[in-house]
């Protein structure tokens, strides 16, 4: 098996430890309030990385620290804005939406890169906000707080791609596992003290979800994503984690009972082909080209 295969494979499986977070985010949240749950999930998880790593996680330079921090940052705001996200909308709903963050990365990088958008990025983006219409308003209901929240993650989530991208082969991954892991930590417990009335009630399906939480959808994909992403290609890591939703949905009809109506599933469909049209649009000559007529 060669590194590109093997490297897809754990994305894969990755994209389905994620699919899961949404149904038990939305399960731990009945037993502990939003932002503890980040500070908790985070700090378990540095402590675990320093007990096991902490030979090969130190030295780490200065650089590298402010690095992480500020690639932390983003991470931390996209999961406070989606677990808040999460107390109002579904979890079906906020895995569509969240799944939106690729279709921010080619728009982000043409911030970035001051270079123009593809006729594909565009098209794409078309679809997507056709299918974000008929997700969030298959009876006429609107877009909801935890819809806008979660779109809000969506794009900090986009951000942090893009930095990820740049920074990642400035350090080894447990270094910049460990920069995520820990930094997320202090901004949570921070944020927890500082802004949340913070509530835990113990029960086994809390500590089950905080173990999954903590250890696989946390440590496990953290470290699978820093290490693989890199050898795939960015279109090929897109089209595979575009399936997410698709098993968020799949896990909350089992877990939760969410049923979301042939108009939800209709816009879910159109949020992944739109996702898929910006991302694959490279290999579609028509599709490739810039808006403004530059090659």
């Known amino acids: ?13 990755t994209t389905c430890l994620w699919g899961g977070t949404f149904p038990i985010v939305k399960i731990g949240m009945i037993y502990i309030s939003p932002v503890l749950l980040i ?24 650089a590298s ?17 989606q677990n808040i996200g999460l107390t109002v909308t579904t979890a079906s709903k906020s895995a569509f939406i969240t799944g939106m963050m690729v279709i921010f990365v080619p728009l982000l990088q043409v911030v970035i890169e001051r270079r123009s958008p593809r006729f594909g990025n565009v098209l794409g983006v078309i679809i997507v906000a056709a299918g974000l219409w008929f997700l969030t308003s298959p009876t006429g209901a609107g877009l909801n707080a935890g819809d806008a929240l979660t779109l809000v993650c969506a794009v900090l989530f986009g951000v942090y791609i893009v930095y990820l991208d740049v920074i990642s082969r400035e350090m080894t991954p447990l270094q910049l596992v460990f920069l995520q892991m820990s930094c997320t930590a202090v901004f949570a417990v921070i944020a927890t003290l500082g802004f949340e009335a913070p509530s835990f009630q ?28 890199k050898d795939t ?39 992944i082909v739109g996702v898929l049209v910006s991302e694959l649009s490279d290999g579609v000559p028509w599709l490739n080209r810039a808006v403004r007529g530059d090659s």
Not at 65 to 81: E, I, P, Q, T
Not at 202 to 221: I, Q, R
């Open 39 to 62: 500070a908790v999930r985070f700090v378990v998880a540095t402590i675990v990385l320093l007990l096991f790593f902490r030979r090969k996680i130190f030295p780490i330079p200065a």
């Open 1 to 13: 098996m060669n590194s590109k295969t093997r490297a897809e494979l754990a994305l894969l499986a």
């Open 202 to 229: 113990w029960s086994s399906e809390g500590v089950a979800a905080l173990l999954y939480l903590t250890f696989l959808a946390t440590l496990l994909t953290t470290y699978v994503q820093t290490r693989f992403q």
């Open 233 to 271: 290609t960015p279109t090929r890591a897109v089209v595979i984690f575009s399936i997410e939703p698709i098993i968020a949905s799949g896990l909350a009809a089992l877990m939760l009972g969410e049923r979301m109506g042939a108009m939800g599933i209709l816009g879910g469909g159109m949020i």
């Open 65 to 81: 620290v402010v690095k992480g921090a500020v690639l932390s940052l983003f991470l931390f705001l996209g999961f406070v804005a």
